[in-house]
């Protein structure tokens, strides 16, 4: 299996443009999240879903936020439009079940918001 | 609420030291017990896990013993190694049957560093 795929792996833009990451979960797998990461705030959990159901996005820091999943096997991250601030490691992780169940992480797309 | 607290880093150790990190946690019903590992320029990954209570996970020579009367998950490792170097997460996750949730619940993880 290859594994959860996310793309791109950097991403440098300007202040006010619109940014879209990418992520394709492992085959079979029910569930999906969105972390992100920084230096000052830790892992942060943002949104999740249920057979492509958004189910808690009580993390989504924003209304500038907004995460999609249109069907098993692709799910996006937009920011519109995108501030400094926004500036972290956006991870996209994927998992058979909830609860106890592994999850697996991506690589992560770095972002660097100017 | 649930919640995981795990000792500040970073940790530097030589080769070949003892290694534990310190995870403590705060859940309504019975949690499950993870510890993730992030590698340098990576993302998460299991390293070991616990469901039930003197459950003990294990895993490329880490252990962990879930402790239920102290709440505790500490991670060991008798002999570091440099490729050990990563920061590590301990995390808890209750599920709905425990009238919990099916997100996990992260620490604010340990950088480690272990020098030849």
């Known amino acids: 299996d290859a594994g959860v795929i996310q793309s791109p792996r950097h991403e440098v833009t300007e202040m006010g443009q619109e940014v879209t990451l990418r992520c394709k979960p492992i085959s079979g797998h029910d569930y999906l999240f969105w972390y992100r990461q920084t230096m000052m705030r830790g892992l942060e959990l943002l949104i999740y879903f249920n057979n492509n159901v958004p189910i808690d996005d009580s993390g989504m820091p924003e209304d500038r936020f907004s995460a999609k999943m249109p069907n098993a096997s692709f799910s996006t991250l937009k920011i519109q439009p995108s501030e400094p601030r926004d500036s972290a490691v956006y991870f996209c992780?994927?998992?058979?079940?909830?609860?106890?169940?592994?999850?697996?992480f991506g690589p992560g797309t770095r972002l660097t918001v100017l | 609420g649930n919640s995981v607290t795990q000792m500040e880093g970073p940790v530097t150790l030589s080769e070949e030291a003892f290694l534990t990190i310190n995870c403590t946690y705060t859940?309504?019903?019975?949690?499950?017990l993870f510890w993730y590992v992030q590698y340098p320029g990576e993302g998460l990954q299991l390293l070991l896990k616990?469901?039930?209570?003197?459950d003990k996970g294990s895993n490329k020579g880490f252990e962990a013993t879930y402790r239920k009367e102290t709440t505790s998950f500490h991670l060991e490792k008798g002999s570091v190694q440099v490729s050990d170097s990563a920061v590590y997460f301990c995390a808890l996750s209750t599920g709905f049957a425990q009238g919990g949730s099916e997100k996990l619940v992260f620490g604010k993880g340990t950088k480690l560093t272990v020098n030849p």
């Open positions: 616990a469901t039930k209570a003197d």
């Open positions: 859940a309504t019903g019975y949690p499950s």
């Open positions: 992780a994927s998992s058979r079940l909830a609860g106890a169940d592994t999850q697996y």
